[in-house]
């Protein structure tokens, strides 16, 4: 199953009354939230629902990914805590490196490579195969969007069909994450949102009917609430730098 992160940015202007203060050269900070869906068909008939989600936020060259994760505490074999974490990923945009910092206070902030934590975001480059095949159909929606359709048919993996429907909009300029590069700059828009439809298919291999499902990669702008602990982690990223350099 392909894997992707998306994304939509909402501007923000932020109002600090502390010592923390926006650089006017860099701008106010973006932010926008990717998540999919993905539903998962099991040999009893039942469905089991993948989700999974994260969040990018821009400050003038800088990125930062805020990444979720589950923290288990164990006492002698035994669950004692179990509970939703986050921790943030601070990177030049032009950098192969950044620094990985925890909400707890117990793990120390550490430098790692791009790559490591790139492979959470939902970017993938098996989307550039599309730019060989011809596009099914092409239509606007109601909102101007750009939505191009195509039809798979089976492979040798999995039986069935599959209609794959990508939007396109030109109100998203300045975001940097993406599901495409190569499919954005082909089609000179961004993506925003794709749909995956799994028709409905027998599967010899199983002895059993699996049924229509959809996958769903979606980016969504979303407003700066927490500008104060976000521009925190930008201004710690930028005096580690300056320790190094």
């Known amino acids: 199953m392909y894997k992707f992160l998306i994304a939509i940015i909402a501007f923000g202007s932020i109002s600090l009354h502390s010592c923390i203060a926006i650089n006017k050269t860099k701008g106010s900070i973006k932010g926008a939230s990717l998540l999919y869906h993905i539903p998962v068909a099991n040999r009893d008939g039942s469905i089991t629902d993948l989700n999974s989600s994260y969040e990018v936020y821009y400050y003038g060259d800088l990125n930062m990914y805020k990444l979720n994760y589950q923290y288990d505490s164990l006492v002698n074999d035994e669950l004692k805590l179990r509970e939703d974490r986050n921790n943030f990923f601070v990177f030049h945009k032009d950098s192969a490196f950044g620094y990985l910092f925890d909400r707890a206070p117990s793990l120390p902030d550490r430098r790692a490579r791009l790559d490591s934590v790139k492979i959470n975001s939902f970017e993938n480059y098996r989307w550039d195969s599309l730019l060989t095949m011809k596009v099914d ?52 828009m961004k993506i925003f949102k794709i749909r995956m439809v799994i028709h409905e298919v027998y599967h010899e291999k199983y002895k059993m009917t699996l049924p229509e499902r959809e996958s769903y990669y979606e980016m969504k702008e979303i407003p700066v609430i927490n500008s104060k602990q976000i521009l925190e982690y930008f201004n710690k990223y930028e005096k580690l730098i300056n320790i190094r350099s």
């Open 137 to 188: 159909s092409v239509f606007n929606d109601s909102e101007g969007n750009l939505i191009n359709v195509y039809k798979l048919p089976p492979t040798k993996d999995y039986p069935g069909k599959f209609t794959y429907y990508f939007y396109y909009t030109k109100k998203l300029n300045g975001i940097r994450e993406t599901f495409s590069k190569n499919l954005e700059e082909f089609n000179k």
